[in-house]
């Protein structure tokens, strides 16, 4: 009896492990096919894919067991991740840089057409009044304009107070050899000329008054395009950090080994995603603090170019406040020539030439109102730096929501409707880890990504710091005070950075297989059939067939 008792158990045994094996057998084929199909379409050859489930004892990353996964096709797509994530995150911030690289374009335009129509005008209106004469010392006034062109574009050691003290200088000369047309004057007697500027003041407050003006409005619109310029150069940089070894095998944890499970269509659960990227994006999320005070600082000084600093009140009404400078002078012509021949001595008489005869003092009008200039930009000033207001004002906490902006994204992760039927980094089940905070010093309980809080991404920092100098100059400016410039030289006219503004690794170069760009149609996360039922067989065969050990093992021992 206890032989035949075994004999039966045994065989039953034998046709239940051949009815399992016949079960998987079906059950890996039918896992692994979605899966070529997938590897396929995202670009790699499928030659030395497996067309059945195989042991996973050589996978490093994905969940070890039945898998449609090679040692070379997890080392595939965890480079395929790694790409995808760069170009995610690249393409992610493209909205903020475009925006304040159009921003600076417009402002930077803006500015040098109104200094080329301040020129133009005085130009005109200086021919209409002095002719020749004019025309002769025009060299002085075109001296001015570059200088302040210099000034705007950043030129090192070019002092904007200086430059104007020497233009009223070089003026006042000039204009005291036209007052005085009848006498000859050597280099030494207007060197002496000069000196009594600060204390004859011919041209009375207008240079004072002047040069307040301008200096304000042009250090403060200098730091502001600048700010636009370092913010956009920051955001290029960052955008392009790459991600660690350890950020790598997570994201290949979240985007691809459903793919080893036979699950290609399922996507990572949402907080899951936000975990590995958080994770990923620590050190990025570290330089929020910095951005949010220089988007504060560029705020600030918005206000003030609206107001007490606009460059466009200043700017266009230039040749009007130089002329006034002018007849200031005329008026107290002969009282400041008497006190000139008085400390610098009499002059000897000279031939005077016929342009100076013609030369006739009540011919300067100052023009009236006219309407502001319509730009490059487009607008005029106050519009223009209203509509950078609302721009950049969107862009604070952009750093630490960059993986919510990631996740929230239907075609990288399921939404929380779906927080049951999601890739959990293990099995198609809710994931139940805490969602970690932002930064580094909170991925210390990251369950997904390893990060270690005091090694920051030196790409970060050193952005971190640009920032920070930045702010500083914002307020600086903000406060109407002299800022040093910051040596970059930046060019937004084409889709990249050129010259020292430039930065980060080529994205066109890359030392990993190419990827396509993830789109919605994209095979890894193409909605489709569910193909957990091999793993579901699998539980369930591998189930019964312990039940039944089991019970036939009661069985045999009580026969």
Known sequence: MANLSCLWTLGLLAYFYSFVDYTLAGSKKMGCYDVITAYQEIGYSTKDCPTEAISGEHLKICPQGFTCCTADMENELTRASRTQFEERIYESSRYLRDNLKTRYRRFDDFFKEL???????????????????????????????????????????????????????????????????????????????????????????????????????????????????????????????????????????????????????????????????????????????????????????????????????????????????????????????EKVFSGCGHPQYGKRSADELDFDPKKLNPRGNQPRPTTAAGTSLDRLVRDIKNKIKIAKDFWSNLPYTVCNDENVASGLENEDNCWNGENKERYKEEIVGDGLNNQRDNP????????????????????????????????????????????????????????????????????????????????????????????????????MCVVLSIYHLLA
């Open 115 to 337: 200094l080329d129509k301040a020129e133009d005008d005085l130009h005109e209106m200086f021919v209409r009044t002095y002719g020749l004469l004019y025309q002769q010392n025009s060299y002085v006034f075109t001296g001015l304009f570059d200088d302040l062109r210099s000034y705007y574009t950043g030129e090192e050691n070019m002092d904007l107070m200086e430059a104007l003290n020497e233009f009223f200088t070089a003026l006042f000369q000039k204009m005291f050899q036209l007052l005085n047309s009848q006498y000859t004057f050597d280099e030494t007697y207007m060197s002496c000329v000069s000196e009594y500027v600060d204390e004859l003041q011919p041209f009375k407050d207008v240079p004072r008054k002047l040069s307040i003006q301008v200096k304000r409005a042009f250090v403060a619109a200098r730091t502001f395009v600048q700010g636009l310029a370092i913010g956009a150069d920051v955001a290029e940089r960052v955008a392009q950090v790459l991600p660690t070894t350890e950020c790598g095998q997570a994201l290949m944890k979240m985007s691809y080994c459903p793919h080893c499970k036979g699950l290609p269509a399922l996507k990572p659960c949402y907080n899951f995603c936000l975990n590995v990227m958080k994770g990923c994006l620590a050190s990025q999320a570290e330089l929020d603090y910095e951005w949010n005070n220089y988007i504060d600082k560029m705020l600030m000084l918005a206000e003030q170019l609206e107001g007490p600093f606009n460059i466009e009140t200043v700017v266009d009404p230039i040749d009007v406040k130089i002329s006034d400078a002018i007849m200031n002078f005329q008026e107290d012509g002969p009282t400041v020539s």
């Open 448 to 547: 997904e990504v390893d990060v270690d809080p005091t090694k920051p991404d030196m790409i970060v920092r050193e952005q971190t710091g640009r920032l920070k100098m930045m702010a500083k100059n914002l307020e600086i400016a903000y406060r109407g005070e002299s800022v040093n410039t910051i040596n970059v030289v930046y060019d937004f006219s084409g889709s990249g950075l050129e010259g020292s503004g430039s930065g980060g690794h080529d994205r066109g170069k890359s030392d990993t297989k190419a990827i396509p760009n993830p789109t919605v149609t994209d095979v890894v996360y193409r909605p489709g059939p569910s193909n957990d039922n091999a793993a579901a067989s699998q539980i369930y065969m591998q189930t019964t067939l312990y039940l």
